[in-house]
């Protein structure tokens, strides 16, 4: 994602949805567009949602196994604005080159994994742990992982 783009998401409606389901909805959507926005470090415009009927201007076709008098496609958009700046208080993280942090992401990110099954990190959080681990432990990773 980059500046400029919109970020969409969307979920068929068929009328027999509760206030409850569209709340959980639309938090879930928000957190996953942000979690997308976290990873490529941009940030976004409020999410808006948006009603669409069938027929409506880019609406694709209703599937088969949704029906209903109410059927109607809530779509939910956000703007990327801008570029998030880089916390300049991750001195070690920042000192990085490019090729190691990737690899010691990638690390930290199966670790992660392996003791939370179904949680993923974003870069900023696997860089947060990096961070706090420190230079010893990241230059032993490093070393580990070329042999």
Same mark, same amino acid.
């Given at each position: ?11 068929? @409606?068929?009328?027999?949805?509760? &206030?409850?389901? @569209? ?7 928000? %957190?996953?567009?942000?979690? #997308?926005?976290?990873? &490529?470090?941009?940030? /976004? &415009? +409020? ?6 009927? +069938? ?14 008098? %109410?059927? /109607?496609? *809530? ?13 300049? &208080? /991750?001195?070690?993280?920042?000192? @990085?080159?490019?090729?190691? *942090? ?8 199966? #670790? ?9 990190? !974003?870069?900023?959080?696997?860089? %947060?742990?990096?961070? !706090? *681990?420190?230079? %010893?432990? #990241? @230059?032993?990773? *490093? ?5």
């Amino acid at each position: 994602m980059k500046p400029g783009e919109t970020v969409e998401s969307a979920i068929w @409606l068929d009328g027999h949805e509760t &206030s409850e389901d @569209l709340r959980r909805f639309k938090a879930d959507v928000i %957190d996953a567009i942000d979690t #997308a926005c976290a990873e &490529s470090n941009v940030k /976004r &415009s +409020p999410v808006v949602f948006v009603e669409k009927k +069938p027929g409506d201007e880019r609406v694709p076709a209703v599937p088969d196994h949704i029906q209903g008098l %109410d059927v /109607r496609l *809530l779509v939910a958009e956000a703007d990327i604005v801008g570029y998030v700046k880089p916390e300049t &208080s /991750r001195a070690f993280v920042g000192d @990085l080159d490019a090729k190691d *942090l990737e690899t010691l992401r990638g690390i930290t990110k199966r #670790a992660h994994q392996a003791h939370n099954p179904g949680k993923t990190l !974003t870069n900023i959080q696997c860089d %947060d742990v990096i961070e !706090t *681990l420190g230079p %010893d432990t #990241a @230059l032993k990773t *490093l070393g580990a992982e070329v042999h």
